[in-house]
C-alpha cells in the first residue's frame, strides 16, 4: 500500500534545478542578444535597421518565452514536490502511530481471544462441555465486538492513507498539466511586433532577471519565434 506513496519524489527536484537551469541559459541568451543589437541598431540607420531592429525584437522574445516557459515548469515541479513530500511525511506519520496503536490493539485482541477460548475449553472439559460453550460464547461475543471495533479503526487509518494517496496523484496531474502545457508553446505568430531598442531603453538588457518579472506572463512570446 505504501509503495505507490513513496516514490521517488526527489527526482522532481533534479527536474526543477535542470529546466531552472534552461530558463536562466534562455534569458542570458536572450540578453546578450539584445546588447548586441542595440549596439548595431543605434549606429544604423534606414529600412533595413528598422528590419532588422524588429527581427531581433522577434528572437530575443522569442528566446526570452522560451526561458519563461522553463521556469514556469521548474517552478511547478519545485511546487509538486513540496506539496508531495509533506503528504507523504503525514503518511509514514499515520502509519507510524497505527502500527503503533491500532494495528497493534487489534492483534493483541484477536491473540487474548484465542487464548482464553482455548482456557474456557480446558477448565470446563473439552470443546464437548455445554456450560464451556455458554461461557466461551458470551467471552467471545464481548470480544468480537472489541475486534469489530479494532477493524474499524484499522479501515479507517487505511482509508485515510488512500485519501493521501488520491491528494499526491492530484498532485501529480496536476503538475503534468502544466508541464504538458509549457512544452507545448504557442507559435501563432499573433503577437504585435515592437522596437528592439525601444524595449531596451525601456526595460534594459536583462529584464528577465529582474526581481519584477514574472514568467507566468511572458510565456506568449513564444509566439514571436513563428515569424521568424
Same mark, same amino acid.
Given at each position: 500500500m505504501l509503495k505507490p506513496i513513496l516514490g521517488d519524489w526527489d527526482r522532481l527536484i533534479y527536474l526543477h534545478d535542470a529546466y531552472d537551469t534552461?530558463?536562466?541559459?534562455?534569458?542570458t541568451v536572450a540578453g546578450t542578444?539584445?546588447?548586441?543589437?542595440?549596439?548595431?541598431?543605434?549606429?544604423?540607420?534606414g529600412d533595413t535597421a528598422t528590419a532588422f531592429d524588429s527581427y531581433m525584437f522577434r528572437w530575443t522574445n522569442g528566446i526570452g518565452g522560451v526561458g519563461d516557459?522553463?521556469?514556469v515548469i521548474a517552478d511547478e515541479y519545485k511546487k509538486g514536490h513540496t506539496i508531495i513530500?509533506?503528504? !507523504?511525511?503525514? &503518511? @509514514?506519520?499515520y502509519a507510524s +502511530?497505527?502500527?503503533d496503536k491500532e494495528i497493534k490493539q487489534l492483534a493483541l485482541d484477536v491473540e487474548k481471544t484465542a487464548a482464553v477460548d482455548g482456557a474456557v475449553e480446558v477448565i470446563g472439559g473439552g470443546p464437548e462441555d455445554p456450560l464451556a460453550d455458554i461461557v466461551a460464547g458470551l467471552f467471545t461475543a464481548a470480544q468480537a465486538v472489541q475486534i469489530?471495533?479494532? !477493524?474499524?479503526? &484499522? @479501515?479507517?487509518?487505511?482509508? +485515510?492513507?488512500?485519501?493521501y494517496y488520491n491528494l499526491i496523484k492530484e498532485t501529480v496531474e496536476e503538475v503534468k498539466s502544466v508541464v504538458e502545457k509549457m512544452q507545448h508553446p504557442d507559435f501563432s505568430g499573433n503577437q504585435s511586433v515592437g522596437s528592439l531598442i525601444r524595449d531596451v531603453e525601456q526595460h534594459g538588457f536583462d529584464f528577465e532577471k529582474q526581481g519584477g518579472w514574472t514568467p507566468e506572463d511572458?510565456?506568449?512570446?513564444?509566439?514571436?519565434?513563428?515569424a521568424l
Amino acid at each position: 500500500m505504501l509503495k505507490p506513496i513513496l516514490g521517488d519524489w526527489d527526482r522532481l527536484i533534479y527536474l526543477h534545478d535542470a529546466y531552472d537551469t534552461l530558463g536562466d541559459a534562455c534569458y542570458t541568451v536572450a540578453g546578450t542578444l539584445r546588447k548586441g543589437s542595440w549596439k548595431l541598431g543605434s549606429e544604423w540607420q534606414g529600412d533595413t535597421a528598422t528590419a532588422f531592429d524588429s527581427y531581433m525584437f522577434r528572437w530575443t522574445n522569442g528566446i526570452g518565452g522560451v526561458g519563461d516557459r522553463a521556469k514556469v515548469i521548474a517552478d511547478e515541479y519545485k511546487k509538486g514536490h513540496t506539496i508531495i513530500l509533506s503528504i !507523504v511525511q503525514l &503518511v @509514514v506519520s499515520y502509519a507510524s +502511530q497505527a502500527l503503533d496503536k491500532e494495528i497493534k490493539q487489534l492483534a493483541l485482541d484477536v491473540e487474548k481471544t484465542a487464548a482464553v477460548d482455548g482456557a474456557v475449553e480446558v477448565i470446563g472439559g473439552g470443546p464437548e462441555d455445554p456450560l464451556a460453550d455458554i461461557v466461551a460464547g458470551l467471552f467471545t461475543a464481548a470480544q468480537a465486538v472489541q475486534i469489530y471495533k479494532d !477493524v474499524r479503526m &484499522v @479501515v479507517n487509518v487505511i482509508e +485515510q492513507i488512500d485519501n493521501y494517496y488520491n491528494l499526491i496523484k492530484e498532485t501529480v496531474e496536476e503538475v503534468k498539466s502544466v508541464v504538458e502545457k509549457m512544452q507545448h508553446p504557442d507559435f501563432s505568430g499573433n503577437q504585435s511586433v515592437g522596437s528592439l531598442i525601444r524595449d531596451v531603453e525601456q526595460h534594459g538588457f536583462d529584464f528577465e532577471k529582474q526581481g519584477g518579472w514574472t514568467p507566468e506572463d511572458g510565456t506568449s512570446r513564444t509566439g514571436y519565434l513563428a515569424a521568424l
